[in-house]
């Protein structure tokens, strides 16, 4: 295909395989459109490298599965997960596998085309990975231990009432917490904050959800108890 760029469209909506298609094509990429999961996978180590575009809904087998069985193989395409339910846990779990970014269908072509840039310069600067990993270490060691649990709390696709009530503090203060995590971190979206901490290795220590209860005397941001 070229010297462009080439994103694999997977998806069992053809009205989707179209549009997407149309709008990469006159944005200078190559585009090869696979109708299942199923059907990409077959083709997927023979297949040129490229970004995945990967929709989770799907008969037969999910975005998720699909993922998961990528890696099983030794394809390490960039992935990027398309949702059309709006479902963050959905979005998290693929991230904690290694998506670039989550899309919620109908999505913009500027967050499309930002995802992609990432997803490239992933698939091209493997030694650059590795220095950002260095580099997401740093900035969630700035954190206080309080914006860590709250950070913690995101990365198991929690909202911000089940964080506080794990943490045993209001849901506006987890919101006061949450924005200084965004400030820290130097970041304006979730994805953008998961992808940092999963670069940090803060996905382990989310498996194991904890509760920890108010200390008697400590007051928070907002002059409530923690």
């Known amino acids: 295909m070229g010297d462009k760029r080439l994103v694999h469209i997977v998806d069992d909506e053809e009205a989707i395989r179209r549009s997407a298609g149309f709008m990469l094509r006159t944005s200078g990429f190559a585009v090869a459109s696979w109708e299942s ?21 799907m008969p037969e087998m999910d975005g998720l599965q699909v993922q998961r069985e990528l890696a099983a193989i030794g394809v390490a395409m960039p992935v990027i997960v398309l949702t059309g339910h709006g ?11 290694g998506a670039v970014d989550f899309l919620e269908k109908p999505f913009e072509k500027a967050h499309l085309l930002r995802a992609l840039d990432i997803g490239f310069h992933r698939l091209e600067h493997r030694q650059e990975e590795l220095e950002s990993e260095r580099e997401a270490g740093i900035r969630v060691a700035a954190l206080t231990p309080r ?9 198991r696709g929690h909202p911000n009432k089940t964080i506080a009530y794990d943490l045993g503090i209001s849901p506006r203060t987890v919101e006061v917490h949450r924005a200084n995590v965004m400030s820290k971190l130097n970041v304006n979206s979730l994805s953008d904050a998961l992808r940092i901490a999963f670069a940090a290795g803060l ?9 920890q209860p108010p200390r008697p005397g400590a007051t928070d941001p907002m002059g409530k108890h923690t």
Not at 46 to 57: H, I, K, P, T
Not at 203 to 211: G, W
């Open 37 to 57: 999961g199923v059907a990409f996978l077959r083709k997927a180590r023979s297949a040129e490298a490229g970004c995945v575009l990967l929709d989770v809904r």
């Open 87 to 97: 479902d963050i846990g959905t979005a998290v779990e693929a991230m904690k596998n």
């Open 147 to 155: 914006e860590r649990d709250v950070l913690l709390g995101l990365v």
């Open 203 to 211: 996905k382990d220590q989310a498996a194991v959800a904890v509760h």
